[in-house]
């Protein structure tokens, strides 16, 4: 860049140039001389289009520094990561079910049926490879499941939560009745598992997600014997509808959490890596709090040790 | 951003979550490559991995909301990449032709990804060769997403340096655009 400009630009509104900083401004509202200003920082700003490929490497590396898990989270972990698993547990149990009612009720229509065939055929196939796109189907398959297949089961579960107190499954025969307990894990989950199904049905994918992912947190906590993060608590108590019920509620959102642990000394799917060797650096917030112990602006600092990268 | 749903995804990354972190890392790295790339750009890449080790070790002991959090890691990211600097000062090997830099294309659309890419190398070349502190604060400001009180806490500057510096690097980008098409 020159030092002596021959083209003079003329300086720039302190406000007009916050907001260009911002990328609060529209194209029209900048001074002619500034356009290519602001188009050259919102090309500098703009979110990469693609899902990063070295993601694989970067999920290593925090499982490097974090403490073992149950294997669940080890062993998948793209489809942890796209969601897809969740999706495809819930898009199957509500379709196995949906189909359980048909066979088993006559309640569903071929068409609807058909539907849930289909949607179990859309599930994603987690490709190492191309999560990119698994991703975009994982929620085109998310979006599905909330109003496709939920009304066999949410039938299902609207007959089941029909009859009064005791009376609970009474107007589904045995059969309709043994399935929908298979899916939910048993004949006293049936409940926790209904209310995920018609959590699932109303709430927007991204909310149930959400709500996947506090159980996961939840069920981390519980299994390392910690009190959960206020917020996850709150969250999971409203969800399942009181702090008892969360185990059963995450259980059939999410899947039970593996007990005893007894795999945990097995390989993860992608080699393992060293512990890194303690760094000298401890976190630097300075705005916020611990972690507090500041390099100094510019101190010196080790090297990093090698990062796992694969 | 991530917006309300932070603290969640926090405390699951905090738990061992990869679903958790897989969110953070997504919403962030992205801006930390491209700041990485404007001061640090031969060794952006390599950096950026040194920063998520260190977050990561980090997770448990940091305490703040994502205001607080990407400035707690583009602090990081500042004294990795003046780690790396200083290394590169060492062994000279300096700036990176931009068409070099690496950007990768999208698999659904390599034509637009290629011109997505192609457009960011060229903001970001012609960003990080502002002189050194302007283009460090408006990386801050437009990359990092982080406003003139938070940049000024990351390279410690008063935030009214913060904006004379960014605005003198918009000025200057002004010029030399001006330049290159007014030829």
């Known amino acids: ?310 | 951003m991530i917006g309300p749903g932070f603290g969640e995804i926090l405390a699951g990354a905090r738990d061992g979550d990869e679903h958790a972190f897989a969110v953070l890392w997504r919403d962030i790295n992205p801006a930390v490559l491209r700041y990485l790339r404007v001061v640090a750009p031969a060794t952006a890449e390599d950096t950026a991995a040194d920063v998520w080790l260190e977050v990561c070790q980090g997770l448990d002991r940091f305490r703040g909301d994502e205001a607080g959090f990407r400035s707690w890691i583009f602090t990081v990211a500042r004294m990795r990449a003046i780690d790396a600097a200083r290394q590169a000062a060492r062994r000279p090997v300096r700036t990176v032709p931009p068409d070099q830099l690496p950007e990768r294309p999208a698999a659904d659309d390599p034509a637009a990804a290629a011109v997505e890419a192609q457009a960011t190398r060229e903001a970001l070349a012609l960003i990080a060769a502002l002189p050194p502190d302007q283009a460090e604060v408006v990386a801050l400001r437009v990359i990092a997403g982080l406003d003139a009180a938070q940049v000024g806490e990351i390279v410690g500057k008063r935030s009214g340096t913060v904006r004379v510096l960014a605005h003198r690097g918009l000025r200057r980008l002004a010029q030399h655009l001006a330049e290159r098409t007014g030829v």
Request: charged share 20%; proline share 10%.
């Open chain 1, 1 to 310: 860049m020159r030092r002596h400009p021959r083209i003079p630009v003329p300086p720039l509104d302190p406000v007009m140039a916050e907001r260009l900083l911002d990328g609060t401004v529209h194209e029209d509202d900048v001074p002619p001389e500034y356009r290519d200003v602001l188009r050259v920082l919102a090309s500098a700003a703009a979110s990469p289009s693609t899902v990063p490929p070295d993601e694989a490497a970067a999920l290593a590396m925090f499982r490097s520094t974090r403490r073992p898990v149950d294997s669940r989270r080890r062993t998948s972990v793209l489809s942890k990561l796209l969601g897809a698993k969740a999706v495809a547990a819930i898009v199957l149990g509500t379709a196995a079910v949906g189909t359980a009612a048909a066979a088993a009720t006559g309640t569903l229509p071929d068409a609807a049926q058909a539907k849930a065939h289909n949607i179990v055929a859309a599930v994603p196939d987690v490709d190492p490879a191309g999560h990119g796109a698994a991703e975009a189907h994982a929620s085109q398959a998310g979006g599905a499941s909330d109003h496709k297949t939920l009304p066999g089961v949410a039938g299902l579960c609207q007959a089941y939560g029909s009859g009064s107190g005791g009376d609970n499954g009474k107007r589904l025969d045995s059969t309709a009745f043994g399935r929908l307990a298979d899916a939910a894990g048993g004949k006293d989950k049936i409940a926790a598992y209904c209310k995920t199904v018609t959590a699932s049905g109303s709430a927007a994918t991204a909310d149930r997600n959400a709500v996947a992912g506090a159980c996961r947190s939840w069920q981390a906590a519980d299994k390392a014997a910690r009190t959960p993060a206020a917020a996850v608590l709150d969250r999971l108590t409203k969800a399942a509808g009181g702090a008892d019920a969360i185990p059963s509620f995450c259980a059939a959102l999410v899947g039970e959490r593996k007990g005893g642990g007894g795999d945990a000394g097995r390989p993860s799917a992608t080699p393992s890596h060293p512990a890194p060797s303690p760094r000298d650096g401890e976190p630097t917030a300075r705005p916020t709090g611990p972690p507090t112990d500041d390099h100094g602006q510019g101190s010196p600092s080790h090297p990093a040790p090698p990062t796992p990268r694969d």
